[in-house]
């Protein structure tokens, strides 16, 4: 496991934009997969995106169907931070927004990751 805080969230107008940054800890961070899930009303969490660990070739990355193509996910190996940024917000993107970790491959299932952030809100209104 590995400590994990988020960044970014706040009250956005609909068709607005917002970055979400998600920060690590410890020298192991660019070894694992970093995600991004939502908890919305409903109280089930959403996968949104993640990225594999940092390579030569370039981190895979992985996205889910909520967003329509709104959003792109990278990360900064010289300080264990990635970052979400999202297009077009919705008022149905309003949710707690996780930063959630794993060792190895990038997966879409909530279970399979054992780190997870706080959560930070984003509240998108018309």
Do not use: H
Request: aromatic content about 10%.
């Amino acid at each position: 496991q590995v400590q994990l805080d988020e960044f970014g969230g706040r009250s956005v107008l609909a068709g607005d934009s917002l970055r979400l940054s998600c920060r690590g800890s410890g020298p192991t961070f660019n070894s694992y997969a970093v995600a991004w899930f939502r908890q919305t009303s409903a109280k089930e969490r959403e996968f949104v995106a993640a990225i594999g660990e940092v390579v030569r070739s370039g981190s895979t990355r992985l996205y889910g169907r909520y967003m329509d193509g709104r959003v792109s996910i990278d990360r900064d190996e010289r300080d264990n931070s990635m970052w979400m940024q999202m297009t077009q917000l919705q008022n149905g993107d309003t949710a707690v927004y996780y930063c959630a970790a794993r060792p190895g491959a990038p997966r879409t299932s909530p279970e399979d990751y054992d780190s997870w952030g706080r959560g930070t809100q984003v509240i998108v209104s018309s």
